[in-house]
């Protein structure tokens, strides 16, 4: 069983920029992972999407403004978030597909 620990939320101004890291306790060179978001009283949402070899998807909502990646060798995937609008705040909470694996999340509030 792998265990995910998400980081790097907090509260950032309309405009602003944070960067998310999701650490795995084992290997995920194998897997597809990906970051999701759930705001209150919504739904739990895609955000972006990384394949083994890289290839990356996007909600259209986070298109030019996010960016997924990863470091097999450090067993961690990164959410670089910029331009970021108050509809973003959420629990952002990244997993590893396929398997049901899912870290505990972290708060991202936009906000003046």
């Known amino acids: 069983q792998v265990q995910l620990v998400e980081s790097g939320g907090g509260l950032v101004q309309p405009g602003g920029s944070l960067r998310l890291s999701c650490a795995a306790s084992g290997s995920i060179g194998l897997n597809a992972m990906g970051w999701f978001r759930q705001a209150p009283g919504k739904q739990r949402d895609r955000v972006a999407t990384?394949?083994?070899?890289?290839?990356?998807n996007y909600a259209d909502s986070v298109k030019g403004r996010f960016t997924i990646s990863r470091d097999n060798a450090k067993n961690t995937v990164y959410l670089q978030m910029n331009s970021l609008k108050p509809e973003d705040t959420a629990i952002y909470y990244c997993?590893?597909?396929?398997?049901?694996?899912w870290g505990q999340g972290t708060q991202v509030t936009v906000s003046s």
């Open positions: 997993a590893v597909l396929g398997c049901g694996y």
């Open positions: 990384i394949t083994q070899s890289g290839n990356t």
